[in-house]
């Protein structure tokens, strides 16, 4: 088995992770964590470098050059991190036309990368990982979401009333990060937290006819949202 493998497979253990988890918080196939472990291929340098940022060690470490790391990979010690893109506004707009996203997520040109544990739900379906956007506007500014912040959306954690959500609605398509709300009737309410904004309801003809679509929940900014009362 080739070092990398060999190294891989430690730290993955150590930390508790499955191959499964690893590949979701690399963006890879689960085969490919297989492959790599077991000397099948390789991973590239630009695998390696994202392989080191997600397992919290060195590059050194993980292709065997040194063995300093070691005494640090225990179980629970490590936290690892997910990397998000940071995408624009049109790209978003794209995945709400139901063009899928993993194209999208290819043209971000800046990620971040940010605990895994952050984000709830993880979903192994590269169609619905965690994303990063830029805010445009100050309705959210009384729920810390302010204006230019940058939030971090996951569009496979489950979404309740109150909660911060990114939206795609009307006949424009507007984006927009709201608080939402489901009432007993079938209707949905957006909310801004700036009551210079108004309400916007949604009945069951206009979600019939994906008015609005709900593309993710907000996860955190610089601090986590307030829920909406």
Known sequence: MHIIGERLREIRRKLGITQGELASLVGVSETTVWNWENGRREPRSSEINKL??????????????????????????????IEIPILDQTLIACAGQGNGTDNIYAKAEQSIFMPASSFGVI?????????????????????????????????????????PVLVIFGI????????????????????????????????????ENDMIKIIGKVMYVINKPKRGF
């Open 52 to 81: 080191a940022k997600v397992l919290g060690v060195s590059i050194a470490y993980l292709m065997g050059e040194t063995d300093m790391d070691h005494e640090n990979i225990k179980k629970g010690s490590i936290q690892p991190v």
């Open 123 to 163: 979903s192994v379906d590269l169609e619905k990982k965690p994303f990063a956007v830029t805010v445009e506007g100050d309705s959210m500014e009384g729920a810390g979401i302010p204006d230019k912040s940058t939030v971090v959306v996951n569009p496979a954690e489950e979404v309740y009333d109150g909660d």
């Open 172 to 207: 424009m398509r507007q984006i927009a990060i709201k608080w939402i709300f489901f009432k007993r009737d079938g209707n949905i309410e957006l909310r801004a937290a700036n009551p210079a904004y108004p309400p916007l309801i949604f009945d069951k003809e206009d979600i």
